[in-house]
């Protein structure tokens, strides 16, 4: 399925090709936060410069409604826009969690003081955000966090402990939920916040994965004092605030596909220039990963055409996912059987790592095929 973009969809194109290719300097092209614990403070400055100059284009959050600084892109000029950006391989802003999911609840549950305090800054990378949800016991049960925030006087004292906090280490402020009635049932006694990653008590503890990078933290609070106008939305509903993501994003599911398939294409490459595709069981593995890459796309431009008919993205998003995560570790394993040990070394060896974590963020793989099981199979629950 090939579309045939509108041709304000196509200006648009044009348009910020051209002005990455005046504006993007050339040390930034392939550049990115990724794995950022250890960025020196220069880098960080020229990645934050960047932000601020795609912000000041009108390049940070495109998919924000004009009134917030967007452009109230809909979803084919935000599939344009991530083919762009990758083409050209511009790194993205400093706040891949703020703008996609945490300025949508700030945007339907803040005030009009959270939204101008907040949002101008995310837009330009002035403020780095990160999200305080899961536990050491809530991940896929997110409901059963324990945190605590206790109302006294005009703050909230918060103690408790966050895990797998992506970007903690350079965040200067974080949506963390909390609970704030212990006595009500599991998903209503909880609140969300929007807490100073200065305060006192509030201690950050980086993890170090199995790629070696230290990419996200652990967060400690003891006793944290945080005033009472940093919650967002109702008292006890912070669940309802949470779920509020990727209002604006539904572009990023049509995106899956563009690095996998690069990646795929690069290991075809390799597997003819080496002779490894001459062996009968590498193509049929090669031909295997190629379909799933292909079958992504496919899922993609099936995602963009329902948003163009009036259907947005349900549940389905859960299959892109899936096949998203399965294809980029069955990826790992051919680029084995491919390169034999080189593949353990340089690029390919941090991806054959990297690729375990994506069955986990995000929703675990075992999470999303209850979904689909539920939701779309329309099988009954397990009892
Ligand atoms: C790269 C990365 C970045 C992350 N960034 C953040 C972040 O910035 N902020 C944040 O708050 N969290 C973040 N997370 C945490 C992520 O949301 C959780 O890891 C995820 O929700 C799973 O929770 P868990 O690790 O506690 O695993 P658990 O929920 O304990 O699951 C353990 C295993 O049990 C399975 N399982 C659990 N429940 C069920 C069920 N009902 N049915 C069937 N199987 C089940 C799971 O699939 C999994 O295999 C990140 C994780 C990763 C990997």
């Known amino acids: 399925m090939d579309f045939t973009y509108p041709p304000e969809v196509e200006a648009f194109r044009a348009e910020l090709a051209a002005w990455l290719e005046a504006n993007l300097p050339d040390d930034l092209r392939g550049e990115g936060l990724g794995s950022s614990m250890e960025i020196e403070p220069e880098r960080l400055e020229r990645l934050r410069a960047w932000n601020r100059a795609l912000a000041d284009a009108g390049y940070a959050a495109i998919a924000w409604p004009v009134a917030y600084g967007g452009r109230g892109a809909g979803i084919l000029e935000q599939v344009v826009y991530a083919e762009e950006m990758h083409r050209a391989r511009a ?11 945490i300025a949508p609840a ?17 837009r330009r990378g002035d403020d780095i955000w990160c999200q305080g949800f899961s536990e050491p016991d809530a991940g896929s ?34 949506e963390l939920l909390v609970r704030t009635d212990p006595e009500a049932p599991r998903h209503r006694g909880i609140s969300c916040l929007l807490v100073d990653m200065t305060l006192p008590g509030i201690e950050v503890r980086p993890l170090r ?46 995106n899956l596909h563009l690095g996998l398939r690069d990646k ?13 595709a001459d062996s009968p069981s590498v193509r049929l593995r090669l031909a295997e990963v190629y379909l799933q890459g292909e079958v992504l796309k496919l899922l993609a431009d ?3 055409s329902g948003e163009l008919a009036g259907r ?14 399965d294809a980029e570790q069955l990826l790992g394993e051919v680029a084995g059987d491919v390169l034999g040990p080189e593949a353990n070394t340089g690029s390919w060896g941090r991806e054959r790592v990297y690729m375990r974590a994506l069955s986990i963020a995000g929703g675990t793989t075992q999470i999303q095929k209850s979904i689909i099981a539920q939701r779309i199979l329309g099988l009954p629950r397990p009892t």
């Not at 700030?106 to 995310?122: S, V």
């Not at 008292?235 to 990023?252: F, K, P």
């Not at 947005?312 to 995560?325: D, F, Q, R, T, Y």
């Open 302 to 304: 099936r995602a963009v």
């Open 91 to 101: 790194p993205g802003t400093l706040n891949p969690l703020g703008i996609s999911n």
């Open 264 to 276: 795929i294409r690069r290991l075809l490459v390799e597997a003819t220039r080496r002779g490894a």
């Open 106 to 122: 700030i945007m339907a549950y803040g005030t009009e003081e959270q939204k101008l305090r907040f949002l101008p800054r995310m």
């Open 141 to 174: 049960d997110l409901a059963s966090l324990q945190t605590r925030a206790e109302p006294v006087g005009d703050h909230f004292v918060v103690n408790g402990q966050k895990t797998w906090n992506t970007l903690g280490h350079l965040a200067n402020w974080c």
């Open 209 to 254: 994965t199995i790629t070696g990078e230290r990419e996200f933290n652990e967060i400690f609070f003891t006793d944290v004092r945080v005033p009472a106008d940093a919650l967002l939305g109702p008292l006890h509903d912070g669940w309802r605030v949470a779920m509020t993501t990727l209002t604006y994003e539904r572009g990023t599911v049509a």
């Open 312 to 325: 947005p993205m349900g549940p389905e998003s859960s299959i892109a996912k899936l096949v998203w995560s």
